[in-house]
């Protein structure tokens, strides 16, 4: 864990050392907190922010690598993440230019979003958090992947995950990346599998991930770090190019701090794929957008569960 904890410790602060390079240091920051709020920021927050001029991609990239190197020192980190993207910046740039020039491909045009380590990216190691696996990169990226870099949507890292998507031994915890911790509460895990990101998004390390589910591991680390989780039905969103724990159960989902965002994330990832035999079944039947279905009055009336002390 202290090995692994000192290598990402590294490519983060060579991540952080490129801003100097290719002149973001000179950002201004305050100038930047002033108009845009980053903890409490969404999707169509950043969406505003990008069309005002208030905000660009690489400067919203910048900010999550701030938080990065702020809460993922393994001195006292939270340990989310298994791997940065070195290109994270220079997507950004060149995503800033295409906006101006084009206009946004949709509303994750620019913003960074986090995997979970099982999907295959071409251009970083995917290791289902397993010494293993180690520096192993595959030969092209996962169905999802792609639909989400199609969409203008920046691979800002790969997320630790309870080795294997396995349930067995500490939640949370792989061989390659260590114990991934709650950011709510240090001395507990974030549940697994998806416990890395579940943690990163609850720490706004970044606005979106990713997570898979099979009996439970993205809706468990989703209720225990306070965010949303989506388990689609089996066969919205294709499983190609994601590392299986049992196919027979498997799924894949978007994780977000809101309701909102996730659904907005689930409507770019679904979609039928030749080399999921299971997306056959949903030809027709699924949304390149699912927030019209989304209802803002939908919690009137509802009572909390949790009331002081006694429970109603």
Not at 46 to 52: G, I, K, R
Not at 97 to 108: D, T, V
Not at 192 to 212: D, K, P, Q, V
Not at 297 to 312: H, I, Q, T
């Amino acid at each position: 864990m202290k090995k692994h904890s000192s290598n990402l410790s590294k490519l983060t602060n060579q991540a952080i050392a490129v801003l100097s390079v290719i002149g973001l240091s000179g950002f201004p920051l305050s100038a930047i907190a002033e108009t845009f709020r980053l903890r409490e920021a969404t999707v169509s927050d950043v969406n505003q922010a990008f069309d005002s001029g208030d905000l660009t991609s690489e400067q919203l990239v910048q900010l999550y690598l701030n938080r990065i190197q702020a809460y993922e020192d393994r001195n006292a980190g939270i340990n989310a993440l298994i791997s940065i993207n070195s290109n994270a910046l220079a997507e950004a740039k060149e995503l800033d230019r295409e906006r101006q020039e084009k206009g946004k491909r949709s509303p994750l045009h620019g913003i960074p979003i986090i995997l979970k380590d099982n999907y295959d990216t071409a251009d970083m190691p995917t290791t289902a958090g397993s010494v293993l696996l180690k520096g192993s990169v595959p030969p092209d990226d996962a169905f999802t992947v792609q639909k989400l870099r199609q969409a203008g949507a920046i691979i800002l890292a790969k997320a630790n995950m309870s080795e294997f998507a396995s349930s067995d031994g500490w939640l949370g915890y792989s061989s390659l990346g260590g114990l991934t911790l709650n950011p709510y509460n240090l001395s507990r895990n974030p549940s697994g599998s998806s416990g890395g990101s579940a943690a990163a998004i609850a720490a706004n390390l970044a606005m979106l991930a990713t997570g898979t589910d099979t009996s439970g591991s993205i809706r468990g680390p989703a209720a225990v770090t306070g965010i949303v989780g989506i388990k689609p039905t089996q066969g919205l969103v294709s499983r190609d190019g994601i590392v299986p724990l049992t196919l027979s159960f498997d799924t894949a989902g978007p994780m977000a701090r809101t309701v909102r965002d996730a659904a907005i994330a689930l409507g770019i990832m679904a979609g039928v794929d030749a080399n999921d035999y299971r997306t056959l079944e949903s030809q027709g039947k699924s949304h390149q957008d699912y927030t019209p279905f989304l209802k803002a009055d939908a919690l009137n009336g509802a009572r909390n569960s949790l009331e002081g002390k006694s429970v109603r």
